[in-house]
């Protein structure tokens, strides 16, 4: 905008002065319609971000009142065992969810079979858990994994398997949870996949077919390769999903302070929940915004190396 | 899942930005600020129990009837949020102007001047010693008691019937307790004697710690007591029940909650307190199957006691009028209309009804307690120790380090956590 005023203001003829007003209100009137988000997002993201940064540099006690500290909470960080214990846990939750992206192509592409009956009850199905409440699939869930008197032991018990404490052993704890997080994700990666395939032209289809490719082979050489613009997407959103992975864990292992009781919460432990613990249970704000600071850096490193390795898998069209 | 972790950063987003601007929209009371002349005056006041909700609004009722002048609004936070909330409040100056306090977090509130001390010379004599204590921090009281609870071992009698073994009596010993577990421990039916619990200290490990003769924290909160030999005889007790199967493993005790057990007719002795009574009169399955005895002794007999307290905010416009309401809510009156609908009342002597409430428990075993009751440990900032303590001790639950060893490094830990308070 400035460049437009300065243009203006030498000696040009009326015409462009007047083409250059009504461009000028035209840039104050989009300025003015994305006023509102941009405020919005300026006072209640943007704002807090620099703060929580500002704030990982203090000591900052319960009631405020902070003491610059410099780096002291990130010297601090790298040598915290539960701050890399947690990174671990949350990368390997990451990974294997990622892992699991295919699992929703496949159910997606069975969805979208045609003439297939009772295609809308499936897809209620598949996405009933994604509009349930979090802490709701969790409590059922806790249930269902429970040692001694869960449903999944007793099947088992009936094939006469002895099943673990699924969330209370460490040798088993995180497995479960992705399970957990893989069916309730699995609803809303469906959909979009869903979409991908659906906005896939049929003209594809019918050359290859009559090229002689079958059903396999049409998913594997048309299906995969058009859809890869949707697994890009699908997989930045889940890798950001999965680091920020807090309500899952807080109920399941046990919620809030209590949870640390049980024995496999070292294996469980996230990087949010120990910012948690550390923001809002022992009084350590100034290191919580470290460790917030460090996944945020982590999360936009790895979004960052998605965009650049897209070049290598995805195909647009 | 997206949308819950956002909301938690929210929160915390929420609370830098009320810190950002610290003046706040105030509590509702603040906005009148009547200097002089005694106009109305509407106090807030932040509770966290929804049953006693009710009770409260009926003593700010009373209290408005004696001092017409003054209004008092009841808040209610679900425990859940409560102590966010009130951080976040008190961080942006807009606390409520009286408000619940408890143990773990008085000498937070205290030592970083949240709270208002009491100035006027008050007869705390009439509320058990270790309680004032709890709420007297540099010498200076700062809330009076509302309620308070101790500890005891509620017992299945059909359990016990069953397994031919005597009800607890007045003064036994940890030997008895140890062989009456051993007998009622039923392995082919799933039954233990007990659950050596682990994540509620107040109802297990504080208890057996006082027991043994050792402590959790010196007198002066300047020194962990977890390296104390005596203290780890406390811990032991625990750990050595679930060596002998006598309790559920850590695990099972994860699945499923020694309160969800003891309901299922699952544990024969259950460590509990006082506020117990609410669930197990109300819950089908222990309502006639439950009796209620005094903690074992061991070296010598003790509970902890605990209770809340009323407090005020140091930043209150009106500290005049928080004082007389908090002065009300100590005094013999309220404590009388507490005892018919609420839990134990601090105030000696008027416990009567809440005895009397539930014929089919003993309940006086909880008042008798009192006598010999420890006080709840505490620091300046007990959040972080308590953290240390399950995080050190589950280790020595599961058996993978021996007690000693936790105990060790958890005084270590707690040590290096109370140089920085």
Known sequence: ?317 | MRKWTRVGAGVFGAIVALSACSSGTGSGAGTQAPKEASGPVTLSYAVWDANQKPVMEELAAEFSKANPTVKVQVQLTPWADYWTKLKAAATGGAAPDVFWMNGPNFQLYASNGVIRPIEEQVDASVYPKPLVDLYTYQGKLYGLPKDMDTIGVWYNKTLFDAAGVPYPKDGWTWTDFQQAAAKLTDAGKGVYGTAAQLGSFQEYQYNTITQAGGYVISPDGRKSGYDDPKTIAGLKFWTDLITAKHSPDLKTMTDTTPLQLFEAGKIAMYWGGSWNVTEFSGNDYTKDKVDVAPLPKGEKQATIIHGVANVMSAKTAHPAEAWSFVKFLGSKQAADLLGKKGPIPAYTGTQGDWVGAHPEFKLQTFLDAVSYAAPFPVSKNTAAWNEAELTQLTKAWTGEVPVEQAAATLAATMNDLLAKE
């Open chain 1, 1 to 317: 905008m400035t460049l437009t005023t300065t243009r203006s203001g030498a000696a040009h003829a009326a015409p462009v002065k007047g083409k250059d007003r009504s461009r000028r209100s035209e840039a104050l009137w989009g300025l003015a319609f994305i006023a509102p988000t941009g405020l919005g997002l300026a006072v209640f993201y943007l704002w807090p971000v620099l703060q929580t940064a500002y704030f990982s540099l203090t000591e900052w006690g319960a009631f405020g009142g902070h003491t610059w500290t410099g780096f002291d909470n990130y010297l601090r960080l790298a040598g915290d065992p539960e701050v890399g214990q947690a990174l671990r846990n949350t990368l390997l939750y990451t990974a294997l969810g990622l892992a699991a992206i295919p699992l929703a192509i496949v159910f997606a592409a069975l969805l979208n079979v045609k003439g297939l009956r009772g295609v809308g009850a499936y897809r209620t199905l598949f996405f009933l858990p994604v509009v349930t409440m979090p802490v709701a699939i969790a409590m059922v869930w806790r249930w269902l994994y429970n040692g001694d008197y869960g449903l999944i032991n007793h099947l088992l018990a009936l094939v006469g398997l002895d099943g673990p404490n699924w969330v209370s052993d460490p040798a088993t704890a995180l497995y479960a949870l992705v399970v957990v997080g893989v069916w309730s994700s699995l609803g809303y990666n469906l959909i979009i996949f869903l979409a991908g395939m659906q906005a896939i032209p049929k003209e594809y289809y019918e050359a290859a077919a009559i090229d002689g490719a079958g059903p396999i082979r049409q998913f594997f050489k048309v299906t995969v390769p058009l859809l890869s613009p949707t697994a890009f997407f699908v997989s930045v959103v889940s890798v950001i999903g999965s680091l920020q992975l807090f309500d899952l864990v807080y109920v399941m292992s046990g919620s809030g302070a209590a949870a640390r009781a049980n024995p496999a919460f070292p294996r469980l432990q996230t990087v949010v929940q120990l910012f948690y613990d550390r923001a809002f249970v022992t009084n350590d704000r100034g290191y919580a915004a470290a460790i917030v600071m460090m996944l945020l850096v982590i999360i936009i490193a790895l979004t960052v190396l998605q965009f650049r390795l897209q070049r290598r898998w995805v195909h647009y069209g």
